[in-house]
């Protein structure tokens, strides 16, 4: 019995362009980094752009060498911790 392929030609298409976009913009150093942070906190975690726009600088936190991100009233909800971008 023939082996069925795992995934169709275009969800791999679309698969790898999205992990292009993710290393253009961790690698690119002419893009200027409010694109970098936006454009990764919508391809690595979905976040609305309009969200994103809506953020002030009260929603950005720093412990030490950690950074975090609240995206609601709540921040135990909604928190993007830097430890999860990876160095």
Do not use: K
């Not at 990764?40 to 752009?49: F, S």
């Not at 928190?79 to 160095?87: L, V």
């Amino acid at each position: 019995m023939p082996r069925r392929p795992s995934a169709f030609p275009t969800e791999v298409a679309e698969a790898d362009g999205h992990a292009r976009r993710i290393r253009r913009l961790l690698t690119d150093a002419t893009i200027e980094l409010p694109l970098h942070v936006a454009g990764l906190l919508v391809l690595l975690y979905g976040i609305r752009p309009t969200r994103i726009l809506a953020l002030t600088t009260s929603a950005v936190e720093q412990r030490g060498n950690e950074t975090s991100i609240i995206f609601c009233s709540q921040p135990g909800q909604a928190a993007i911790d830097s430890r999860n971008f990876g160095e």
